[in-house]
Every structure is written in C-alpha cells, then in structure tokens.
C-alpha cells in the first residue's frame, strides 16, 4: 500500500509469495497498488502473469475502477494494455470507470477509456445519472466536451430526480458548460422539472446573470412562465434582490406585471425599494389592488415607497379596504395605528388628508386599545387628530390593563 517498489521486487523474487493474495475485505496487492496510483508496482505484479487485473474485491470494485476514480492515468494505462479488463464493467451502484473518471474530472483517463469503452457512455448509475451528467454538475467543463464530442451522449436525459445535466450545470452556475449544452441544439432550455420550475428560475435564484443572460439571448424560454407556487422568473428575482436580473427581464418586453402575480407586492414585501421603483416606472402595473400595496407598505414601515404610492393621486385616504387578513373594512391609518406604525401614522396625518371630522367607531377604538402593539404616542397622534375620543380610548386602555390582570392572576393561582 506504500509503494515501496524494491522491497515488492524482493518479495516476488523469492518465490514465496502470492502476488495475487486476498486480505480479509478481498483486496489483492495490484488492487492496493492502483488504487493509490503506485504505477511501477502495477507494472511489476502484471509482469508476474500471476495477477487477475479484473479481480473483485468485497464492495464490487476493480484495479480499474479504483484508479479511474483517484486519476491515476498511468495505472488506467497500464489497465487496459493488457486486455483483461472490462473497461464497461459497473460495480454495486451501477457506476463504470467513465463514470467515475468523469464525476471527478480526470479527463485524460476519460480520453483513455472512451477508445475503449463500448456501452457505458451513457450508461446510467442507480440514480439514472450519467458521466455527462456528473460531469455537468461538477463544472468539468473539458470532460463535457470531450463526451459531447463524441455524439453518443444523451444531454437532455433525466436523472431520478427530473434534472438534467443542463438544468444542474445551471443550477450550479457553470455558464461555460451551459454553452456548450445549448449549442448541441438538443436541449430544452425551457424543461421544466416535478415543479414546472424552469432553469431560467433556477439560474436567477441563484443570482447566476451570465446565464440568465445566455438562456434569454437562445429566444426559447419564456421570461414569463409560472410554476406549481405561482412564482415567475421575475418573483425569483424579486425575493432574491438580484436587481440587474428584473432589468434583464423587464428588457424582454415579455413579462406582464398586471397579472395574477403581484410583482409590485412581492417587491414590497422584500422591502426592496430600487425594485420597486423599477416595476413602478414600467407604468404597467396595477396600483390599486383593494389597497394591498398599501398595506404593504405600512406593514413594512416602508415610508418612501408609501410616498410612491401617495404621489399618484390615485389614494382614496379615507377608504375602508377590504383587506381580508386585517379582518377587512379598516383604513390605512387605522391599520397602520393597529401595527404600531408611528411614523407611518405622522406621514398620513402630515398630508392632510385624512378626513378629521370622522372619528373612529366605538369598536374600532376598542379594538386599537386591546393591541399591545399601540403605544401612547400613537393614542395621543390620533387624539390630536380628532379621529378617537379620549373617553372611549382610555376606557379601552383601562379594560385591556384588567383583562392582563386577570390573566396573570390566573396562572399565578394555577402554578
């Protein structure tokens, strides 16, 4: 296992020796020696003429496989010069030293076995994964294209999984092997996988522009598509803030923003305000959305996109949206007072607008004094501002401080 050439040349001299004994997991001396590349060792044990270089050791693995797999060219050489080995032999996970040579990238071992490998170019592993496909997801751009060279690799196969060796390579960010997949014509740029997500999702939630860049420049995806979670292209590219990628795509001139996705919600939610300006500059998405923008905004305490959304006149201040998740029927002001929205709440009440004369309801008031989220401040704004009666909302206060009482008496008597 050493190597120690010499003192293997001494042993075999004497006679004495097996040159193709077992230890106990079945693993023979060449076996040993090329799996850890030892070259004039393999030489020497061949010459003997008393070694099986095609032997199995208990996991189903040969002298070839082993060196294939730790890029040992000169021992897949020595191999294959001798005749007696199966270079298309696959051990207990189906994988063949192509496979293996490929998977890690040894792409003179690849230039060896493909003169004499004849089924196991495309032959899949347990995974139904190939050498192309390893290869692919592994960045080895060379071995890629040596495999590809020869024309009996499928680049559009799929795996267990329902991924190619081109939706890995982008998965994986190697535009380089991305290329070189779509210039064989044989690949569908727009596959989608057990998700209908397609790989321009995939490349832009990774942030990989370069290939987001190659896919759209190929004029056979389409920007716009939608998966199983009701997310485009451009939601990805949202969430994951990549603003050169929403430029990228808006440029197509094939992304609609007025459609069932809320792109301009989504970038809201981000709490990412140069995307949102980027979406609101196109002019083509719907600003009024029973209010969701707004709420948005005000949830997030986002106070320059909310100026946004202000500045285009097209705000009713004192509608009661019907925002479902809020319980519906509230104002903009009341919602932002119900999160503890100081700032948000100054805003609204700075622009004048906000119609003084109606104060809150009764229940309305109630129920801004049962949120722990409303701090004095707040009370005292909307007091100022004529929108809460001071009796209803310190009788809010005083029930809200009781029903705390009773709770931690409560569980005090119960502990």
Not at 79 to 86: A, C, E, F, I
């Amino acid at each position: 296992m050493k190597g120690h050439e010499e003192v293997v040349q001494l042993l075999l001299a004497t006679g004495e020796v097996d040159p193709d004994s077992r230890s106990f997991h079945r693993g023979t001396p060449l076996l040993f020696a090329s799996k850890n590349g030892h070259r004039d060792v393999v030489k020497l044990l061949l010459t003997t003429d008393k070694v099986d270089p095609d032997f199995l050791d208990n996991n189903r693995s040969t002298p070839l496989l082993y060196a294939a797999e730790n890029g040992h060219v000169d021992v897949v050489k020595l191999l294959l010069s001798t005749g007696k080995v199966n270079p298309d032999f696959k051990d207990k996970k189906r994988r063949t030293p192509i496979l293996y040579a490929a998977k890690n990238g040894h792409k003179d071992i690849v230039k060896a076995l493909l003169a004499t490998c004849k089924d196991s170019l495309d032959l899949r592993d347990i995974w139904r994964k190939t050498p192309l496909l390893y290869a692919a997801n592994n960045g080895h751009e060379d071995v890629v294209e040596l495999l590809l060279a020869t024309g009996k690799v499928d680049p559009d196969f799929r795996d267990v999984y329902d991924n190619t060796p081109f939706s890995y390579a982008i998965q994986a960010g190697h535009a380089g092997i991305v290329k070189l997949l779509l210039a064989t014509g044989k690949v569908d740029p727009d596959l989608r996988d057990a998700c209908h997500k397609t790989p321009l999702s995939y490349a832009i939630e990774a942030g990989h522009e370069t290939i987001v860049k190659l896919l759209l420049a190929s004029g056979k995806v389409d920007p716009d598509l939608r998966d199983a979670c009701h997310k485009t292209p451009l939601s990805y590219a949202i969430k994951a803030r990549h603003e050169n990628i929403v430029k990228l795509l808006l440029a197509t001139g094939k992304v609609d923003l007025d459609r069932e996705v809320d792109h301009l919600y989504e970038a809201i939610q981000c709490e990412n305000e140069n995307i949102f300006k980027l979406l609101f500059a196109t002019g083509k998405v719907d600003l009024d959305r029973e209010g969701a923008h707004l709420y948005a905004a005000v949830e997030c305490e986002n106070e320059n996109i909310l100026k946004l959304l202000l500045a285009t006149g097209k705000v009713d201040y004192n509608q009661e949206y019907n925002q479902e998740y809020i319980g519906g029927g509230e104002t903009l002001l009341f919602w932002a007072a119900s999160q503890g929205k100081e700032s948000i709440v100054r805003l609204l009440l700075a622009t004048g607008k906000i119609d003084r004369s109606k104060k809150f309801t009764i229940r309305q008031t109630k129920r801004l004094g049962a949120y722990q989220s409303l701090d004095d401040n707040i009370a005292m704004l909307l007091i100022a501002a004529g929108k809460v009666d001071p009796a209803v909302w310190y009788k809010a206060v005083c029930g809200r401080a009781r029903l705390l009482r009773e709770r931690m008496d409560s569980r005090c008597r119960e502990s």
